[in-house]
Every structure is written in C-alpha cells, then in structure tokens.
C-alpha cells in the first residue's frame, strides 16, 4: 500500500497543526497505522498507532494529552492531531503500515511497519 503524509508546516510553540496520511488501496482498513517521526540527528522514534478498526490507540509518553491518531477508513485516511506544539516536536513526521497478520500485538517497533509515506516536515519555533 502506497501512504501520502501530508499537513506539515511551521507553526509557533503551542500551536496545533493536523497531519494526514492517504492510503492508496482499500487494504488500508485492515491494517495498524501509526505515526513516527524524526529530527535531524537523531533515529526514528514511534508517536502514536491506532489498530485496523480505530478501536485501539496507544501514543509515546511525550505526546500523551497533546496529539490524537483517529482514521477514516472510508476515506482510506489517518490522522495526527497535534496541540501544545513544543520546539522539540520538531521533525519530519512519517506515516506507516503495520501489515503483519492478524491479530497483531501493539507494536512500537520501526521494524514492524513495513509501508511507508515519505514524510512531512512539522518545524515548531520558541
């Protein structure tokens, strides 16, 4: 399955912006997505993923109460809903597909996402 991240920017500290990430096959319902990101220097580290039906979510600590995965399977579409923009979530934000068979644990692991966007760019200033 093919994945367009899409939504990034610039934005000032405690703004909020809202990624997308389209999928480009129906198959997309059946599979976890989730978000990662990575700044420049460093690996790529896990945000958020949401299982196949949108039931389940599980998010890192550090954006715990501030950023909300959701999808629209209709729309073959996932979204991150980032608020309270800090300058250290400043990265380039990559969207995933876990297609591992069901069912599937939660996973954090870059290495269990084998479908990948080419990311988009979210800068925060102080």
């Known amino acids: 399955v093919q994945l367009q991240a899409s939504g990034g920017g610039l934005v000032q500290a405690g703004g909020s912006l809202t990624l997308s990430c389209a999928a480009s096959?129906?198959?997309?319902?059946?599979?976890?997505v989730g978000w990662f990101r990575q700044a420049p220097g460093k690996e790529r580290e896990f945000v958020a993923t949401?299982?196949?039906?949108?039931?389940?979510?599980y998010g890192a600590a550090s954006t715990k109460g501030r950023f909300t995965i959701s999808r629209d399977n209709d729309k073959n579409t996932m979204y991150l809903q980032m608020n309270s923009l800090k300058p250290e979530d400043t990265a380039v934000y990559y969207c995933?597909?876990?297609?591992?068979?069901?069912?599937?644990?939660?996973?954090?692991?870059?290495?269990?996402?084998?479908?990948w966007g080419q990311g988009t760019q979210v800068t925060v200033s102080s």
């Open positions: 096959e129906r198959t997309f319902s059946t599979y976890t």
């Open positions: 949401i299982s196949s039906s949108g039931g389940t979510t």
């Open positions: 995933a597909a876990d297609r591992r068979p069901s069912p599937r644990a939660t996973c954090t692991l870059v290495a269990c996402y084998d479908s």
